[in-house]
């Protein structure tokens, strides 16, 4: 009866941190105005493949189902949601969407990297410029604010920058350089912070060496837009002026927490202008979130001209980084317990534990008919107990028990029932 691979089962403690990250998601969506949908869980694997290509397959759930169509997994909701847009012409723009949910992906598991995860994500479509990717990471920023993750930097970039670069130092190649080495550029750019000098130089051992550490500098380069002139020429890169823009936009908006990273790439992926990634200052598993500017994504869902940027944060990894800050104690046990003095009293007991909790009072409630004394030991975590007993029971009144001190005092039914804040 075991489990397959990477798969797990969400037990109370991580499920209500799981739960805490969703109220304060939605809370922060609706500050800044993005709708909440959710795209199908189940895509045609050819639309998941209008991301990267047959590539992906290795990356996914896949299958064929019971009326032979090749279906998949969703492992984004980027990828349904941009369906969604593309398909729906009468939608106004800018569309402002955002998601929550379950996303699966073939990883190899390991801490903080599973089969079945959960992600948040918010995305713009429509013509975004500047101004919807400040906002975005303004969403980010404050998102971590209120999950009380200080330590979260967001790192932000621009693709051009990475392959202008990259054409610019290629011995020869000149500016129209394409194919493999570029695409292996830039994936040792994205990878120059994650792997060691020796690991990467024999890896893209058919780079010329010269080549390799100069992109790897190039990846180190990190700071405030007057930190990074002062290492690196800004005039020979493609779009500067546009990321120093967007940095400005998010000083105006008093977005402190982020970074100019030139080591941020994202992959291959479908991201087309400015990139972007979180990460929590103390947290070793990787980025908790990341996005950008991903308009080819829409034109191979037929719709170049609409433009889209978002970003997706996953939500375990945020548990990960906030630690003990995640058990908000929404899954604890009820402190307040409904006990019975004999089996005659079971029902008075359950009576009243049914209309306190129609007053919105969790309660707990033995369901076996035990003893008191099991009762009370079972209860012995809670703050108060409330014992429904023959004598009191007859003058409409129970035992309340203060669990911390065993003080006790008599209190009315009617009272309790039509004032239980004392309980709460
Ligand atoms: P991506 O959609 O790949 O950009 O991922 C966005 C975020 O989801 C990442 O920054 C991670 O926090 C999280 N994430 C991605 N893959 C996994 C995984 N296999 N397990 C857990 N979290 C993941």
Do not use: C
């Not at 493949?49 to 980027?78: C, M, N, Q, W």
């Not at 100069?214 to 690196?232: C, H, K, N, Q, Y």
Request: hydrophobic share 40%.
């Amino acid at each position: 009866m075991e489990l397959p691979r990477g798969m797990k089962d969400f037990e109370t403690e991580e499920l209500s941190g799981i739960e805490l990250v969703r109220e304060r998601f939605v809370q922060t969506a609706r500050l800044f105005a993005f709708q909440l949908m959710e795209p199908s869980p189940i895509e045609s694997l050819s639309t998941l493949e209008a991301k990267s290509g047959p590539a992906i397959r290795k990356e996914i759930y896949h299958f064929r189902d019971k009326g032979d169509r090749d279906v998949a997994l969703r492992f984004d909701f980027t990828v349904g949601l941009a369906r969604y847009v593309s398909s729906r012409q009468s939608l106004r723009l800018p569309a402002k969407l955002g998601s929550f949910g379950g996303v699966f992906r073939y990883d190899e598991p390991q801490k903080g990297r599973y089969r079945f995860f959960h992600q948040w994500n918010v995305e713009i479509f429509g013509r975004p410029g500047i101004e919807s990717e400040a906002e975005i990471i303004e969403f980010a920023s404050r998102l971590y604010g209120s999950l009380g993750l200080d330590g979260v930097s967001i790192h932000i970039s621009h693709r051009r920058l990475a392959e202008s670069f990259i054409r610019n130092s290629y011995p020869h190649a000149g500016q129209g350089m394409q194919g493999e080495v570029f695409a292996d550029s830039l994936r040792l750019v994205d990878k120059a912070a994650k792997k060691s000098l020796g690991d990467l130089l024999k890896e893209y051992g058919h780079l010329p060496g010269e080549f390799v550490r100069g992109l790897l500098d190039f990846a180190s380069i990190r700071g405030t837009p007057e930190e990074v002139e002062a290492r690196i020429d800004t005039g020979t890169l493609d779009s500067w002026d546009y990321l120093v823009e967007l940095w400005d936009s998010l000083q105006n908006r008093s977005v402190k927490n982020i970074l100019i990273d030139f080591g941020v790439v994202r992959g291959l992926d479908y991201y087309s202008g400015t990139v972007f990634e979180a990460f929590d200052e103390k947290s070793k598993f990787g980025a908790l979130a990341g996005g950008g500017r991903y308009d080819s994504l829409m034109g191979a869902f037929g719709r170049p001209e609409m433009g889209a940027a978002g970003m997706a944060g996953g939500v375990e990894r945020t548990l990960l980084a906030m630690g003990e800050r995640a058990a908000d104690g929404r899954g604890a046990a009820p402190d307040v317990f409904v006990l019975y003095a004999n089996g005659q009293m079971q029902r008075h007991a359950a009576r009243l534990a049914s209309q306190l909790r129609a007053r919105g009072v969790p309660v707990g409630i033995d369901l076996a008919g035990r003893q008191l004394k099991k009762q009370i030991e079972s209860a012995s975590g809670a703050r108060l107990v409330i014992i429904v007993g023959q004598r009191e029971l007859a003058e409409g009144k129970v035992v309340l028990r203060n669990m911390a001190d065993g003080t006790e005092s008599q209190v009315g039914i009617d009272g309790l029932l039509d004032d239980p804040s004392g309980l709460l």
